[in-house]
């Protein structure tokens, strides 16, 4: 399945245009009875503003590794709603895409009356790998349920997306991603095919979700996310003895850095409410500094 219309990877990321696009997302993340956060990736330094009816909120980029994030707060929404929001990138919209063949992605508030269905699962691989099922289909469950979601009305949607573990497969990457890593450095030295810095696991983000089917699903469902052992490695400190090899290689280092860094920005301050994001001492630090 192509890419939507609206986002390239050689149109995307710290080398692009001037004028800021979205790299990746948004991606609905926390959502209370009155709030939500949406974050972004773009590919320059912009506001990023969020409007969703008369409920509006802004906030600037802060820079990581030469990659520009924002995780956008926006407050005075009706308990049990249904709005429809767009992404703006200092005077530009970029979300939706035109001619997107998807429904408005919405921002769907916390409704204390309504029962809760959760909607989890783990170990998603991308598009770009067929996995083994028992079907033989090698389908994505993830995106087949985009699409069957696509198709009913918002009341039928599940309240939340909880991803149980292994967003990205660092130690497993696809043919795609391997050719990446060999334009990039010599594959033939540990760690190999495997990612080995932040900037490789930026790629397996992008790789993941950027399929046009799971872009709108997180764009629209609530998610909170954990990592297990694949975002790192398989049988991640699974031993002293195991912790001691691995500790005593030249690339583990730099390759556990990237994973934490990794996580804290595409993973964990989504799963931050505005509160939480007010109080963490880490996010405000980040935010205040150059790069």
Same mark, same amino acid.
């Given at each position: 399945m192509s890419l939507e219309a609206g986002w390239s990877p050689e149109a995307s990321g710290p080398s692009g245009s001037d004028a800021a696009r979205l790299v990746l997302g948004?991606?609905?993340r926390h959502v209370g009875a009155h709030d939500a956060t949406i974050w972004v990736e773009t590919s320059a330094p912009c506001r990023v503003g969020i409007r969703a009816g008369a409920a509006n909120g802004s906030e600037l980029t802060f820079r990581v590794a030469g990659h520009h994030y924002a995780i956008v707060?926006?407050?005075?929404?009706?308990?049990g709603s249904f709005t429809p929001y767009e992404v703006w990138l200092d005077d530009r919209c970029e979300w939706p895409f035109p001619a997107s063949r998807y429904p408005p !992605?919405? *921002?769907r508030?916390?409704?204390?009356?309504?029962?809760?269905?959760?909607?989890?699962?783990s170990c998603r691989s991308p598009q770009t790998i067929k996995v083994k099922d028992p079907t033989g289909s090698g389908e994505d469950v993830l995106g087949a349920y985009a699409r069957r979601l696509a198709?009913?009305?918002?009341?039928?949607?599940?309240e939340l997306l909880l991803m149980l573990g292994d967003q990205v497969y660092a130690d497993d990457t696809s043919a795609q991603?391997?050719?990446?890593?060999r334009a990039r450095r010599d594959t033939s030295v540990p760690p190999g095919f495997q990612v080995a810095n932040f900037e490789e696991y930026t790629r397996l983000y992008l790789e993941t979700w950027t399929d046009p089917d799971i872009r709108w699903l997180l764009s629209s469902l609530p998610? !909170?996310? *954990?990592?297990?052992?694949?975002d790192v490695i398989d049988d991640w400190n699974t031993s002293r003895s195991w912790r001691d090899e691995v500790q005593a290689s030249s690339w583990w280092e730099e390759r556990v850095t990237g994973a934490l860094m990794s996580y804290w920005l595409y993973q964990h301050l989504g799963n931050l409410s505005p509160a939480g994001l007010a109080a963490d001492e880490m996010y405000r630090t980040v935010r205040e500094a150059d790069d």
């Open positions: 948004p991606l609905l707060v926006i407050e005075g929404l009706d308990a !992605s919405l *921002i508030t916390v409704d204390l009356e309504r029962p809760v269905r959760v909607l989890f699962g198709g009913h009305p918002p009341e039928e949607w599940p991603t391997q050719a990446y890593l998610s !909170s996310m *954990i990592f297990d052992d694949h």
